[in-house]
C-alpha cells in the first residue's frame, strides 16, 4: 500500500462516534440496530485486528484478520495463536476471524457475509467502508498512523 493509499484509508475513517448500543441483531424487529461505529472502535479498542503473512487466504499473501469480540484471550487461526484484550462479554457467537485483504483491484475486501451481499448484488463503494470489519481495519490504520 503506497502512502496515497493510506492517507485515503484514514480519511475515509473519520467518522462521528456516537453514544448509540454497540451494532447487535435485533430479533423483534428482524435488523440490525445500533452503531457499527461504537463496534468498529471496541474491535480496535480489544486488539481484535492484526496484521497476518503467508497463510494464503483468498490469493492474497497478507492480511489482516478481525477476532472475535468475545471474552477470550488468545484466538487459534490457521495454526497461528493470536492474543487480544478480552471482552466483558461473549458478543459475537462465531470464534472463527474474519479475514481483510487486498484484491486484485487494490481493494481491501472481508470475508464476511455482509461484505460478500455487498458484492454479489454490486453495492460496494470504494469510497466508504462496507463492513464494520472494514471500518474497524481503517480505525486501525488510523490509530497506527498516530502512533
Known sequence: MNEQQREQLIKMSKYDESDEDIVYYDVIDKRLSGSIVKKAQQLVDHDC????RGIGLFGSKYGFVCLPLNDEEKIFFKGIEFTKLPYERN????????????NNDGMWECNCQGWQTKKKQGLLNNKM??????LAL???????HKS
Open 49 to 52: 485486528i492484526q496484521y497476518v
Open 91 to 102: 458478543y459475537n457467537k462465531r470464534s472463527i476471524p474474519y479475514y481483510l485483504f487486498q
Open 129 to 134: 467502508p462496507n463492513c464494520k470489519h472494514h
Open 138 to 144: 481503517l480505525k486501525y490504520f488510523k490509530h497506527k
